[in-house]
T-cell receptor
Framework: DARVTQTPRHKVTEMGQEVTMRCQPILGHNTVFWYRQTMMQGLELLAYFRNRAPLDDSGMPKDRFSAEMPDATLATLKIQPSEPRDSAVYFC???????????FGSGTQLSVL | QKEVEQNSGPLSVPEGAIASLNCTYSDRGSQSFFWYRQYSGKSPELIMFIYSNGDKEDGRFTAQLNKASQYVSLLIRDSQPSDSATYLCAVVGSSNTGKLIFGQGTTLQVKP
C-alpha cells in the first residue's frame, strides 16, 4: 500500500531551536509539496518540487525556512531558528505531474514553546 | 481577495439530505479542480476532481464546475454521519506549473 511517509509525527521544541521535518514521497511520484495548516490560515503552500527541482517557494519565509530534495526518495523542510508562530501541522504531499492528484502524508504536528 | 474561497461553515444537514458545498476561485485561467475531505486530526484525501464544465458524478458525490462564473461545487447525496468532515476545494492555476492552492475548507456536520 503506497503512501507518503513523514517523520516525525510530533515535535515539541523550544524557540530558537532548529527543526527538520522529513518526507518520503510515493515511489515514482515526481512532484512533492510542503503545506502548513493552521486553524486561522488553513492549508498554505510553502514550497513544491518537480523532479527534485524547486518550482515555487514563494509561500515560505526565506529567512528561516528552507526546503530541499537531496534525492528522489527524500524531501526535507527545515526551520532555523524556530518561533512560536511556526506551531502548526506540516504536511508533505506527492503526486505525478500529469494528473495533479496529490497524496498526503500524516503530517508533522510542530509545537514551538 | 484569496485565490480560492470557501464558506468555513459549519454546514449542518440531517442524515439523508443533500449537502451542497461551494467554492469560488480568482484565476480565470484555472484548469483543474479538486475536492479533498479531511477528518479531524487526519490528512486530506482526494475524493473528486473535475476538469470540464458541467457535472461529474461518482457514487453519492457530484462535482459541478462553471468556469464562466468561476465556481465549483460538491454535492453529497444521502448524507451520512460518516460524511462529517472538512471539505477542501483546491485549484491548479493557469501558470501550468501544477501549483495546487487550497481554500480554507467547509466543515460539514451530518446529524443522525
Amino acid at each position: 500500500d503506497a503512501r507518503v511517509t513523514q517523520t516525525p509525527r510530533h515535535k515539541v521544541t523550544e524557540m530558537g531551536q532548529e527543526v527538520t521535518m522529513r518526507c518520503q514521497p510515493i515511489l515514482g511520484h515526481n512532484t512533492v509539496f510542503w503545506y502548513r495548516q493552521t486553524m486561522m490560515q488553513g492549508l498554505e503552500l510553502l514550497a513544491y518540487f518537480r523532479n527534485r527541482a524547486p518550482l515555487d517557494d514563494s509561500g515560505m519565509p526565506k529567512d528561516r525556512f528552507s526546503a530541499e530534495m537531496p534525492d528522489a526518495t527524500l524531501a526535507t523542510l527545515k526551520i532555523q531558528p524556530s518561533e512560536p508562530r511556526d506551531s502548526a501541522v506540516y504536511f508533505c504531499a506527492s503526486g505525478l505531474r500529469n494528473n495533479e492528484k496529490l497524496f498526503f502524508g500524516s503530517g508533522t504536528q510542530l509545537s514551538v514553546l | 481577495q484569496k485565490e480560492v474561497e470557501q464558506n468555513s461553515g459549519p454546514l449542518s444537514v440531517p442524515e439523508g439530505a443533500i449537502a451542497s458545498l461551494n467554492c469560488t476561485y480568482s484565476d480565470r485561467g484555472s484548469q483543474s479542480f479538486f475536492w479533498y475531505r479531511q477528518y479531524s486530526g487526519k490528512s486530506p484525501e482526494l475524493i473528486m476532481f473535475i476538469y470540464s464544465n458541467g457535472d461529474k458524478e461518482d457514487g453519492r458525490f457530484t462535482a459541478q464546475l462553471n468556469k464562466a462564473s468561476q465556481y465549483v461545487s460538491l454535492l453529497i447525496r444521502d448524507s451520512q454521519p460518516s460524511d462529517s468532515a472538512t471539505y477542501l476545494c483546491a485549484v491548479v492555476g493557469s501558470s501550468n506549473t501544477g501549483k495546487l492552492i487550497f481554500g480554507q475548507g467547509t466543515t460539514l456536520q451530518v446529524k443522525p
